[in-house]
């Protein structure tokens, strides 16, 4: 079964720009989460979709948007690049039911210049 | 608000030792318990999950155990090799939700 997937794999942009990142899930998962992993910061959560749906959301300002399909791939939007932006973003799937485990892709490196 | 703390934050050790890695969180409202393997610049690998009916769960050379009651999860790695060496994150959601809360990590170093 394949695993998560996220594309690109590594974006450059400059300040002020806009960017969309995406992330297919594991076959037959309907919830992903999207988090950002900086060295200041960590790892932290930005927000999850369930069934298309906003499920719950993190500390994040409003530049920070995503969706989801109806196929459940998603995709996480940030405008108005700003430099403190430059991070590694993770996307988790898992599972419909049950426990919450989560699988993770190889992330989107984002730098902005 | 849920506050995961590891400990320690860097750890070298000689090829073939047990270590153990600490996990604290500060709610024990923890739902379940999920350690994590990071290589650099990659992204996360699920090592083990704890439900929260669980106390323990073991693969391989890893075991990790949870203790809701102290709010403490050990990670523990029998028999280390350098291909072990890695960051190890653990995380927990709260009953209910599905965001993870990370603590900041072990980096760990296994010298051959």
């Known amino acids: 079964k394949a695993g998560v997937t996220q594309t690109p794999r590594y974006l450059i942009k400059t300040r002020g720009q806009q960017v969309t990142l995406s992330c297919s899930p594991i076959?037959?998962?309907?919830?992903v989460s999207w988090y950002q992993q900086t060295p200041g910061q960590g790892l932290q959560f930005l927000f999850e979709?369930?069934?298309?749906?906003?499920?719950n959301k993190g500390n994040f300002p409003g530049r920070f948007s995503g969706r989801q399909f109806s196929n459940s791939r998603s995709e996480m939007n940030v405008s108005t690049l700003e430099l403190g932006d430059s991070a590694l973003y993770l996307c988790?799937?898992?599972?419909?039911?049950?426990?919450?485990?989560?699988?993770f892709g190889q992330g989107t490196r984002l730098t902005v210049v | 608000k849920q506050e995961v703390t590891q400990i320690p934050a860097a750890l070298s050790v000689p090829e073939g030792e047990n270590l153990v890695l600490n996990c604290s969180f500060t709610?024990?409202?923890?739902?379940?318990l999920q350690w994590f393997r990071q290589d650099p610049g990659k992204g996360l690998t699920s090592l083990l999950l704890?439900?929260?009916?669980?106390r323990e769960q073991t693969s391989g050379r890893l075991n990790a155990s949870l203790d809701k009651s102290s709010g403490r999860s050990t990670l523990y790695i029998a028999a280390s090799q350098p291909g072990d060496s890695a960051t190890y994150l653990c995380?927990?959601?709260?009953?209910?939700?599905?965001?993870?809360?990370f603590g900041s990590g072990t980096r760990l170093q296994v010298q051959p």
């Open positions: 709610d024990s409202a923890i739902y379940n």
């Open positions: 704890i439900q929260s009916s669980q």
């Open positions: 979709y369930f069934s298309e749906t906003q499920r």
């Open positions: 076959s037959g998962h309907r919830s």
């Open positions: 995380a927990g959601p709260l009953t209910g939700r599905r965001a993870l809360t």
């Open positions: 988790a799937s898992s599972p419909p039911t049950g426990d919450t485990e989560a699988f």
